[in-house]
């Protein structure tokens, strides 16, 4: 225990002094354990990841929801059909923020068939309290980001939670699925007909074999 104390201290303080240009010294020490807190927490992970077994199909569209994007315009749903749409509450200052170079590589790598949307949240221990433009920025200089962001919102339930996640966590709405995020990073994978198929938990990385082999399902 004293060994790993005395790891962890010596990995902060070298993320310290190579504090990342672009990010505060919270965000570069967040980002260099990352992949110690996905390795942590993979196990546990896999267990709450929420499958739509009974093929259950949505009392209201998924292609009815609109949006704003982080630029203020509309974003109507329905242009995404034919396509998978991963929705993902995302945050800034978060121990899951790298997944953002997780979604951004996924997103590359199915571009035509899948299509990412973050919706960024200040809903979690205040881990995005930036406006729009300082949220675009950060994503764009520090993670490349070119999937759609829609403008900051409340993903948690309650009378200002946004439309699209109150679809995704209303199962009189969706057909089956109660689940509000637990935390920043949660993945709701819809697929080409809008039926909602997979919730994926903050601990299950973008990139993990059990979300390709959702996207790739037929």
Known sequence: MIKIAIAVGVLVAATLLMKK??????QSVLKTMYPAIMWSSKASG???IQINKEHAIPSV???TLTAKDINGKDFLLSDLKGKKVMIVNTASDCGFTAQYDALEKLSLQFAGKLVVIGFPSNDFKEQETGN???IANFCKKNYGVTFPLMEKSVVIKGHHQNEVHKWLTDMTLNGWCHQEPTWNFCKYLVNENGVLTHFFPMTVDPLSPEVIAAIEEK
């Open 132 to 134: 729009n433009q300082n």
């Open 21 to 26: 240009t672009g990010m505060s010294y919270r």
């Open 46 to 48: 896999r267990k709450q």
């Open 61 to 63: 569209s998924f292609y």
